[in-house]
């Protein structure tokens, strides 16, 4: 069984900074996909970015330019640094780890950004 737990979340104003953490612990295949996925108020869950073991990216056009997704693979961790936050920003953000045939989520953590 995998676990994610998240941490970093919090409220912050516009044009601030976070780092949202994820760190993974259980039986873990090598080859995997870390990622980050968020959901605001009355929409649909939505990609934020993603990284695979051999580090390779991918962003939401949205953020892309303000966040960056780095990961640690001796520590299977992925973090999500944030900068210039905007109020479209607020959500719950889900780390997941992808293996083949499954997706594991953690229980997110709440991002606010107030104007």
């Known amino acids: 069984q995998v676990q994610l737990v998240e941490s970093g979340g919090g409220l912050v104003q516009a044009g601030g900074s976070l780092r949202l953490s994820c760190a993974a612990s259980?039986?873990?295949?090598?080859?995997?996909?870390m990622g980050w996925y968020r959901q605001a108020p009355g929409k649909q869950r939505e990609l934020v970015a993603r990284?695979?073991?051999?580090?390779?990216?991918n962003y939401a056009d949205s953020v892309k330019g303000r966040f960056t997704i780095s990961r640690d693979n001796a520590k299977t961790t992925v973090y999500l640094q944030m900068n210039s936050l905007k109020p479209e920003d607020t959500a719950v953000y889900y780390c997941?780890?992808?293996?083949?045939?499954?997706?594991?989520w953690g229980q997110g953590t709440q991002v606010t950004v107030s104007a």
């Open positions: 990284i695979t073991s051999g580090g390779n990216t």
């Open positions: 997941t780890l992808a293996v083949i045939a499954r997706t594991y």
């Open positions: 259980g039986s873990i295949a090598s080859i995997n996909t």
